[in-house]
C-alpha cells in the first residue's frame, strides 16, 4: 500500500474516475513521472475536495527514510545552487507546518549553512509571536512564527518557504505580504516537492513580487497541473459522505479494524536526548543545533534498536504532527544500522477519508484523540497507511508536550497502534521552550574596543580589541611556579601570565629566516581561507580572531579582503578561555553592532580541535542563555592539520613564523587573563600591552611581508579555492585521535598536556615545562626553531615515523618545582 503504483494501478485512479480529476506534467516530464510520485484521496473538507498525497513526504503514506530526507536535501542544494554561495551564507530556510516541518529542514540541511524556522499552530506560553499568516485551503488554518530569536527573520537575505505543494499560492503571498511588511528584503525562494499552480496562479505571484519590488524565485522537483470540473467539491462531499455513512459500493476503510491478538502495553525508550537540543524548528534550529543532534543519533538509535524485538523485520518509525524532523534522522540512522525494513510516517490533523482500495492512496486510518492539549480544543488525529502495513513493530516518536494520559488512554494512539502491529515502543523527546527573555542589569553601554597605538602596536583600523586593559597590573609569574599551580588544581593558566619571552639574536635570525622562507606559502594559505570565507560565510564577514594567535591571521585575511575585492572588513580580537568559554560580553557587543550571522571566528591553527570544541560549546551556551542567536562556531583557520575544521587555507602542518614569538608578533599584547578579582561580570576579559617591548617588535613587519607576496600568489590562491570548494572537507579529529594515543604511549595519560602542530609545540617550549618533543623525521627546517629551544630548555628532541603532525610537545606529566627535561632535572635556560 506504500507505493504510488500498485500492482501496476496508480494510486489516485479511484479519486480520477469518480470525480474526473486529471493529473498533468509541465516541467518535461509525463504524467507517469509525477504520477510516480503522488496519489490522490478525498478531504474531509469543505473547503476543496481533493488531495495531493505525496509517497516522499513521509507524512500519510509510510517511505524509506532516506527517500524522504534526500528529496529535501537535494532541493536544498538546488536552491543554494540558484543563490550562490555567498547568498546562501544569508538565508533563513521557513517551512509550513505542519506537513512540510521535516522538508524544511531537509531543505535547511541542503543549503548547509541557513538556520530553520517553522510555523507551528501550538502556541507556546511566553513566546511573542514574530508574525503568522493564514492558509485558504488547509483544515487547520492559523499558523504562528514563535522564533526564540527575534532577530532570526529580522536580516536581508534571502528568505526560502518550503512547503510540500503548491496549489493556488495563497498560502505563500499571505506569509510573504506578513513578514515583508516587518522586515522587507530583497530576494525570496519557493521550495516544493510539486507546484501544481495553474497559469493564472503563477502570474498573479509574479504580479505580486513585482508590486513588492522583491524577486521570487521557485525551485520544485517536479510541476504540473490538476484539472477539476466545475463541481468537484460538490461532488467530492457527496462522495465522502456516501463512503462515511458505509453505503459506498466498495469496501471503505473507515478506522482499521483490531488485530484478533491482544495487544501488549507499550513499551519504552528513554532518548537521552541531548539537554538543550531544540526538539525542532519551532523555535529555530541552527547549523549547530543540527551537529549535535548528528553526533547523538547513532547512540540514541542504538537505544532504540536495543530495545526493539529480536526479528523485527519491518519498522514504522511514527512521528507526532509537526514533530517530523527528530523522528525522521532517527529512522535513518535506524535505516543504516539494522538489517531490516525501515519506514518513516507521522501522524496528523488532517481528515482524509480511506478507502481500502489499490487506486486510492488512502488505505486505511487509526483515529485516536488529540494528545497535546491544542490550543484549538479537543479533537481526532489520524494515523493512515499504518493498519494493514505489515509491520512488526511502531517506534512512535512523540515530544513531551504530546506525553499526556491521552496519549496512554484506552482509545489513545498507543493502544490503537497496538490493536494494529505486534509491538510499540515510545520514545520521548523533550519539548523545547525558550528560557523567557531578561535583562539583568547591566551597564548602559560596553566600552567601545580597544585600539592601537593606545593599545597595541596594530593601526586602529587593524583590529579592535574587546578587551580591558590590564597593563598597570603585574600578573606575570615564573613559568616552573605556573606550571605547578596548575597541574595541582591550585590555580587555571589564565589567571596569570607567563614572563614574555626574550629571543636570543640566534632566534631573531631563525624568525627572519623562516618568514623569508615562508612568507608566499602563508600568502597563499590566508587567500585561500579568507576567499573560501567570502564565498560560502558571507560576502562582508565580520572577522573576529581568537586572541592572540588569531589576531595576525585576521589582519591579513582582512588586508587580503582589501587587496582583492576592495573591502574593509571590521576585525576585532576577543578572548576565549579553554575550560571557562568565550568572552560572553564580547558576543554580546557584538550583537548589538553587527548581524551575528555574519561573525566568522578565525584563529591561527587547529591542534588537537580543542579550542574548536569549546567555542562551539560556549556558542550553544550562550545562546541559550542570553537568547541571541545566529554566532556560527566554526573556526576559520590558516592552517588545520588536525583535520578540525572546514574552512581553512592548508591542512599542512608548516611553520608560521607568528608561532616563534609571543607579543613581539602580535601587537606587543599579552595573552588573554581572566580573573575574578580583576574581570567582573559586565567586563571585557583583560591582557596587557606591553610597550616596552617596543624595540624588539616585529608584528607590523611580518604583516608586510607576508602581504608583499599576495599578487605573485593570487593566481594560484583561485585555482587552489575553486579545488577546494569541491572536496569533502569535513573533519575527521585525526588529530584528536594521534594525541590519544600518544597521551597513553607515553604514560602521560591527559591530553591537554599533548600539544601537536609546530605552533602550540613552540607555545610549550616559550611558555610551558616541556619534557620532550616528538618531531617528524622529514619536518627539515620547519622545526630549526623548535630545535634551538629545545636545546637552550635542555629538552630531547626525539624523531619518529607516523606522525601526522610535523612534531608534538609533549609537557611535563609529573611536574615538580625545577623540573624540566627529560629526567625531570632542572636545567638553566
Known amino acids: 500500500m506504500n507505493n504510488a503504483v500498485n500492482d501496476g494501478v496508480w494510486s489516485g485512479s479511484w479519486v480520477a474516475e469518480r470525480l474526473g480529476v486529471g493529473l498533468e506534467g509541465t516541467d518535461g516530464r509525463s504524467g507517469a513521472d509525477l504520477r510516480a510520485m503522488l496519489g490522490l484521496a478525498l478531504r474531509r473538507n469543505p473547503k476543496r475536495a481533493h488531495l495531493l498525497v505525496s509517497h516522499v513526504l513521509g507524512k500519510h503514506v509510510p517511505q524509506t527514510p532516506s527517500v524522504v530526507y534526500g528529496h529535501g536535501v537535494r532541493l536544498g542544494r538546488r536552491v543554494h545552487a540558484l543563490l550562490g554561495p555567498a547568498e546562501a551564507a544569508r538565508a533563513?530556510?521557513?517551512?509550513?507546518?505542519?506537513?512540510?516541518?521535516?522538508?524544511?529542514?531537509?531543505?535547511?540541511?541542503?543549503?548547509?549553512?541557513?538556520?530553520?524556522?517553522?510555523?507551528?499552530?501550538?502556541?507556546?506560553?511566553?513566546?511573542?509571536?514574530?508574525?503568522?499568516?493564514?492558509?485558504?485551503?488547509?483544515?487547520?488554518?492559523?499558523?504562528?512564527?514563535?522564533?526564540?530569536?527575534?532577530?532570526?527573520?529580522?536580516?536581508?537575505?534571502?528568505?526560502?518557504?518550503?512547503?510540500?505543494?503548491?496549489?493556488?499560492?495563497?498560502?505563500?503571498?499571505?506569509?510573504?505580504?506578513?513578514?515583508?511588511?516587518?522586515?522587507?528584503?530583497?530576494?525570496y525562494v519557493v521550495v516544493a516537492l510539486v507546484d501544481m499552480r495553474s497559469a493564472r496562479d503563477v502570474r498573479r505571484l509574479e504580479g505580486f513580487a513585482k508590486e513588492l519590488g522583491a524577486r521570487v524565485d521557485l525551485v520544485s522537483a517536479a510541476s504540473g497541473v490538476v484539472t477539476l470540473p466545475e463541481d468537484v467539491l460538490e461532488k467530492g462531499q457527496a462522495l465522502v459522505a456516501r463512503y462515511e455513512s458505509g453505503s459506498g459500493p466498495d469496501a471503505p476503510a473507515r478506522a482499521a479494524r483490531p488485530r484478533h491478538v491482544p495487544p501488549r502495553a507499550a513499551g519504552r525508550v528513554d532518548l537521552h536526548w541531548p539537554a538543550g537540543l531544540p526538539d525542532g524548528g519551532r523555535h529555530g534550529f541552527t547549523p549547530a543545533h543540527r551537529a549535535r543532534l548528528e553526533a547523538a543519533l547513532p547512540a540514541m538509535a542504538g537505544r532504540i534498536s536495543g530495545a526493539l524485538p529480536a526479528g523485527a523485520g519491518k519498522i514504522l518509525v511514527l512521528g507526532f504532527e509537526e514533530l517530523m524532523y527528530a523522528p525522521l534522522r532517527l529512522a535513518g540512522e535506524l535505516?543504516?544500522?539494522?538489517?531490516?525494513?525501515?519506514?518513516?510516517?507521522?501522524?496528523?490533523?488532517?481528515?482524509?477519508?480511506?478507502?481500502?482500495?489499490?487506486?486510492?492512496?488512502?488505505r486505511s486510518r487509526i483515529v485516536f484523540p488529540a494528545h497535546d492539549e491544542p490550543a484549538d480544543g479537543p479533537g481526532e488525529r489520524y494515523a493512515y497507511n499504518v493498519a494493514g502495513g505489515g509491520f512488526d513493530a511502531v517506534v512512535a516518536v512523540v515530544d513531551s508536550a504530546g506525553d499526556t494520559p491521552a496519549l496512554?488512554?484506552?482509545?489513545?494512539?498507543?493502544?490503537?497502534?497496538?490493536?494494529?502491529?505486534?509491538?510499540?515502543?515510545?520514545?520521548?523527546?523533550?519539548?523545547?521552550?525558550?528560557?523567557?527573555?531578561?535583562?539583568?542589569?547591566?551597564?548602559?553601554?560596553?566600552?567601545?574596543?580597544?585600539?592601537?597605538?593606545?593599545?597595541?602596536?596594530?593601526?586602529?583600523?587593524?583590529?579592535?580589541?574587546?578587551?580591558?586593559?590590564?597593563?598597570?597590573?603585574?600578573?606575570?609569574?615564573?613559568?616552573?611556579?605556573?606550571?605547578?599551580?596548575?597541574?595541582?588544581?591550585?590555580?587555571?593558566?589564565?589567571?596569570?601570565?607567563?614572563?614574555?619571552?626574550?629571543?636570543?639574536?640566534?632566534?631573531?635570525?631563525?624568525?627572519?629566516?623562516?618568514?623569508?622562507?615562508?612568507?608566499?606559502?602563508?600568502?597563499?594559505?590566508?587567500?585561500?581561507?579568507?576567499?573560501?570565507?567570502?564565498?560560502?560565510?558571507?560576502?562582508?564577514?565580520?572577522?573576529?580572531?581568537?586572541?592572540?594567535?588569531?589576531?595576525?591571521?585576521?589582519?591579513?585575511?582582512?588586508?587580503w579582503a582589501r587587496f582583492r575585492h576592495g573591502l574593509e572588513l571590521p576585525h576585532y580580537a576577543v578572548s576565549i578561555v579553554r575550560g571557562r568559554g568565550i568572552d560572553a560580553n564580547a558576543l554580546r557587543w557584538l550583537a548589538a553592532h553587527h548581524d551575528p550571522r555574519d561573525v566568522v571566528f578565525v584563529d591561527g591553527w587547529t591542534g588537537k580541535g580543542a579550542i574548536t570544541r569549546e567555542l562551539a560549546k560556549a556558542v550553544e551556551e550562550f545562546e541559550r542563555k542570553e537568547g541571541i542567536g545566529g554566532f556560527d562556531p566554526e573556526i576559520a583557520v590558516l592552517a588545520d592539520p588536525g583535520s578540525c575544521v572546514r574552512t581553512y587555507g592548508t591542512r599542512e602542518d608548516f611553520l608560521i613564523p607568528s608561532a616563534c614569538l609571543n607579543s613581539t608578533v602580535s601587537g606587543l599584547i599579552s595573552r588573554t587573563v581572566l580573573r575574578a578579582d580583576l574581570v567582573g561580570p559586565d567586563d571585557f576579559h583583560g591582557a596587557k600591552f606591553y610597550r616596552?617591548?617596543?624595540?624588539?617588535?616585529?608584528?607590523?613587519?611580518?604583516?608586510?611581508?607576508?602581504?608583499?607576496?599576495?599578487?605573485?600568489?593570487?593566481?594560484?590562491?583561485?585555482?587552489?579555492?575553486?579545488?577546494?570548494?569541491?572536496?569533502?572537507?569535513?573533519?575527521?579529529?585525526?588529530?584528536?585521535?594521534?594525541?590519544?594515543?600518544?597521551?597513553?604511549?607515553?604514560?602521560?595519560h591527559d591530553v591537554n598536556l599533548v600539544k601537536p602542530g609546530v605552533g602550540e609545540t613552540t607555545r610549550v617550549l616559550l611558555r610551558r615545562v616541556p619534557w620532550r618533543i616528538l618531531a617528524h623525521k622529514d619536518a627539515g627546517a620547519d622545526l630549526d626553531h623548535v630545535r634551538l629551544l629545545a636545546q637552550q630548555r635542555g629538552v630531547p628532541v626525539e624523531e619518529v615515523?607516523?606522525?601526522?603532525?610535523?612534531?608534538?610537545?609533549?609537557i611535563h606529566p609529573r611536574y615538580t618545582r625545577g623540573a624540566t627535561g627529560a629526567d625531570g632535572k632542572a636545567v638553566n635556560v
Not at 145 to 160: E, F, K, M, T, Y
Not at 342 to 360: E, I, M
Not at 804 to 810: A, E, N, R, T
Request: hydrophobic content about 40%; overall charge negative; glycine content about 8%.
Open 692 to 748: 616596552e617591548l617596543a624595540g624588539d617588535d616585529v608584528s607590523v613587519a611580518f604583516l608586510d611581508a607576508v602581504e608583499a607576496r599576495f599578487a605573485e600568489v593570487a593566481d594560484s590562491v583561485a585555482e587552489e579555492v575553486k579545488e577546494l570548494l569541491a572536496e569533502d572537507r569535513t573533519p575527521t579529529w585525526a588529530g584528536w585521535r594521534a594525541v590519544e594515543r600518544i597521551s597513553e604511549e607515553y604514560g602521560i
Open 408 to 559: 496512554h488512554a484506552p482509545d489513545g494512539l498507543l493502544a490503537r497502534l497496538a490493536e494494529q502491529v505486534p509491538h510499540v515502543l515510545l520514545a520521548v523527546v523533550p519539548s523545547f521552550v525558550p528560557e523567557p527573555p531578561h535583562a539583568p542589569e547591566r551597564p548602559a553601554m560596553l566600552p567601545e574596543p580597544l585600539r592601537g597605538p593606545a593599545f597595541s602596536s596594530y593601526p586602529p583600523d587593524e583590529v579592535g580589541w574587546l578587551l580591558q586593559d590590564l597593563s598597570d597590573v603585574t600578573l606575570e609569574a615564573p613559568t616552573e611556579e605556573r606550571e605547578e599551580a596548575v597541574q595541582r588544581g591550585g590555580a587555571h593558566y589564565a589567571e596569570s601570565l607567563p614572563v614574555e619571552y626574550q629571543p636570543s639574536a640566534r632566534y631573531q635570525e631563525l624568525f627572519h629566516t623562516a618568514l623569508a622562507a615562508s612568507a608566499a606559502r602563508i600568502a597563499r594559505a590566508v587567500g585561500v581561507v579568507t576567499d573560501t570565507v567570502l564565498t560560502e560565510r558571507s560576502p562582508r564577514p565580520v572577522l573576529v580572531s581568537l586572541a592572540r594567535a588569531g589576531t595576525p591571521v585576521g589582519v591579513l585575511m582582512r588586508r
Open 801 to 810: 615515523d607516523g606522525l601526522p603532525y610535523s612534531c608534538v610537545g609533549l
Open 335 to 362: 535505516e543504516r544500522v539494522l538489517d531490516g525494513e525501515v519506514r518513516f510516517s507521522t501522524t496528523t490533523r488532517s481528515p482524509v477519508l480511506a478507502v481500502d482500495d489499490p487506486g486510492y492512496a488512502i
Open 92 to 187: 533563513v530556510v521557513l517551512g509550513y507546518a505542519e506537513t512540510a516541518t521535516g522538508l524544511g529542514h531537509a531543505v535547511a540541511d541542503g543549503l548547509g549553512t541557513a538556520p530553520y524556522l517553522h510555523s507551528t499552530r501550538r502556541p507556546v506560553a511566553g513566546v511573542a509571536p514574530a508574525g503568522g499568516f493564514e492558509e485558504s485551503h488547509s483544515h487547520a488554518t492559523s499558523h504562528l512564527l514563535l522564533p526564540s530569536d527575534p532577530g532570526l527573520l529580522a536580516g536581508d537575505g534571502p528568505l526560502v518557504l518550503v512547503d510540500d505543494e503548491f496549489s493556488t499560492g495563497n498560502t505563500v503571498l499571505n506569509t510573504i505580504r506578513d513578514l515583508h511588511a516587518r522586515y522587507p528584503r530583497r530576494r
